[in-house]
């Protein structure tokens, strides 16, 4: 069974900084990518920022230059390091894998939420 826990969210204000971890557990075999999605309150869940095994990497228009996506010493970990912080990065933040098997998991979420 595969594991996603985020942690790390909060509250902050505007022009702030935060980060966020994802830890992974389980049966992982061959991972293609991982990153991280948000959904906003009334809002679609959008990509915020990913990267592949090939070494490609990839961010939201809205977060590029601000966030910074990374992957941690320990294997299958990753972070998002997010700094001058918008209200409108207010979101649950969902950190995700990509199996070569072609399978997508998710952790619960975590609430980020920036106060103008």
């Known amino acids: 069974q595969v594991q996603l826990v985020e942690s790390g969210g909060g509250l902050v204000q505007a022009g702030g900084s935060l980060r966020l971890s994802c830890a992974t557990s389980?049966?992982?075999?061959?991972?293609?990518?991982m990153g991280w999605d948000r959904q906003g309150t009334g809002k679609q869940r959008e990509l915020v920022a990913t990267?592949?095994?090939?070494?490609?990497?990839f961010y939201a228009d809205s977060v590029k230059g601000r966030f910074a996506i990374s992957r941690g010493d320990a294997e299958n970990t990753v972070f998002l390091q997010m700094n001058s912080l918008k209200p409108e990065d207010t979101a649950v933040y969902y950190c995700y894998i990509l199996l070569q098997s072609g399978r997508k998991y998710w952790g619960q979420g975590t609430q980020v939420t920036v106060s103008s």
């Open positions: 990267f592949t095994k090939a070494g490609s990497l």
């Open positions: 389980g049966n992982i075999f061959s991972i293609n990518a």
